[in-house]
């Protein structure tokens, strides 16, 4: 694909200054809106030469603690939109989101793509980027509405409502991929050049890792907020 020239790309920033401009004269946050453009800037240009290193190392550890890095800051940020108890629930949302994303990482990458040698980074840590962050926004979403509705409902009801939101967009974007939109992984494989039968392969493998993924994860994280049962229980209390 053609390299975009710096001055073309500041075009696309255009819209982005009409709705942060917008924002401002409508007196909403504009500050974290514009602030947010100015980080995805800068973490962008930032990954672009970490993954240039780790590209060219082509090593098993690297590959591996960029992986564990992403399972930490994904697991975190999980639990943002959450009022209280973060600290408390961050190793649930870890194990989730490593139940999930890892088992649906290694199906793929192993048994659907066969990589050679297992770790290649160029595969591994794109598709681990994509399977995370999805675990990541379904379990968020699951985290968010059981803590609004287990104040009111029982346990079994507010982890069905839950995981119901939770799957809600990634259940769209099933119904919608090839009818209402064409998803960035095929669309990127198709302006490069590659077959578009070739790229929906692709783009069914992409689908399915990133609903089993999520709903994996969101379906653990719920699981480990089941309420543990009190010692004083009497049904785990024998008869005398």
């Known amino acids: 694909m053609p390299t975009i020239p710096l001055a073309n790309l500041a075009l696309a920033f255009i819209p982005v200054g009409a709705v942060i401009y917008i924002l401002h004269r409508w007196l909403l946050n504009s500050g974290t809106a514009a602030w947010s453009v100015t980080r995805m800037l800068g973490q962008l240009l930032l990954v672009g030469y970490v993954l240039t290193f780790i590209f060219a190392s082509e090593h098993a550890a690297v590959v591996l603690g960029v992986l564990a890095v992403m399972l930490l800051v994904s697991s975190w940020i999980a639990l943002r939109p959450l009022v209280r108890r973060k600290r408390a629930l961050y190793l649930r949302a870890l194990i989730a989101i490593s139940i999930g994303g890892v088992s649906t990482l290694a199906l793929i990458t192993g048994a659907v793509l066969d990589l050679e040698p297992w770790f290649a980074p160029n595969m ?3 598709l681990a980027g994509m399977i995370f962050a999805n675990a990541m926004n379904t379990v968020s979403v699951a985290a968010e509405r059981f803590e609004s509705e287990s104040a009111r409902e029982d346990y079994t009801q507010s982890r069905s409502r839950a995981m119901n939101a939770a799957m809600i967009p990634v259940i769209n974007s099933m119904f919608a991929v090839g009818l209402v939109s064409l998803p960035g992984m095929m669309t990127g494989q198709i302006l490069s050049g590659v ?4 790229a929906v392969r692709y783009q069914v493998m992409v ?3 990133i609903f089993g993924s999520a709903g994996i994860a969101t379906a653990c994280y719920l ?7 009190s010692i004083a229980d009497p049904e785990l209390v024998g008869s005398e």
């Open 124 to 126: 591994m840590i794109p």
């Open 223 to 229: 699981r480990l907020m089941a309420p543990r049962p």
């Open 195 to 198: 077959d578009p039968l070739i």
């Open 207 to 209: 689908m399915c890792m």
